[in-house]
Structure formats: C-alpha cells, structure tokens
C-alpha cells in the first residue's frame, strides 16, 4: 500500500514562510493529480492546491499568488511553498490525490485510499 507522509510543517509569524514536502512511498509518476489540503480545527478539509501529471497548477483563490505547488515525480515528491503566511492559514495540512471535475478538483481515494499524519501550520505572532 502506497503511504504519504507530510513534512515541514511549523510555527511562523503573520509574513513568514514555510515549504513543505509530501513523499510517497510509491510512484507518483502516473497519478493523474496531486493535491494540498487542509484543516482547521472546527472546519472541513478543504483542498488549496493541485497539480496534475503534466504540470499544470490550480489554486484556491484563499491562496492565490501565495502558494506554489510542485512536483518531483523521480523523487515520489509533492510540494508546497507557503509566503506571505496569514493566521487564517493556520491549520493541518495534507497532500493526496485529486480528480478533476467542473473545473476544480477534488479528493479522489485512488490510488492511497487513506491519509497520512499531516504536518501542522501555524500562523502566530
């Protein structure tokens, strides 16, 4: 069974910075979308970033211009690099697999079909 694992994670000042890292224990080379979620305490998770297989990227408007999704198919790796941090992006995050529908994305349980531990972001001065 493929599994996830989050990184990079952590406490940062409204303005700061973090990237974080999603590795996979298996191939993510034909794995049509790769996905950042998150959840706030109190929320429903809630996808911010995705990018599929050939590179194109999408993005919540909440993280538009924020944001920046990656991926490193040898390296079974997703990224996101987090500027200009808000409080409001306090919150676990995750990353996974997406489908495309109606011009957004969304969750798809294939090929992992779980989650994994998430890395935690906090957004504090």
């Known amino acids: 069974q493929v599994q996830l694992v989050e990184s990079g994670g952590g406490l940062v000042q409204p303005g700061g910075s973090l990237r974080l890292s999603c590795a996979a224990s298996g191939s993510i080379f034909s794995i049509n979308a790769m996905g950042w979620y998150r959840q706030a305490p109190g929320k429903q998770r809630e996808l911010v970033a995705a990018?599929?297989?050939?590179?194109?990227?999408n993005y919540a408007d909440s993280v538009k211009g924020r944001f920046t999704i990656s991926r490193d198919n040898a390296k079974n790796t997703v990224y996101l690099q987090m500027n200009s941090l808000k409080p409001e992006d306090t919150a676990v995050y995750y990353c996974?697999?997406?489908?495309?529908?109606?011009?957004?994305?969304?969750?798809?349980?294939?090929?992992?079909?779980?989650w994994g531990q998430g890395t935690q972001v906090t957004v504090s001065s």
């Open positions: 990018i599929t297989s050939g590179g194109s990227t």
């Open positions: 996974n697999a997406a489908r495309g529908a109606g011009g957004w994305f969304y969750y798809s349980d294939y090929p992992f079909g779980s």
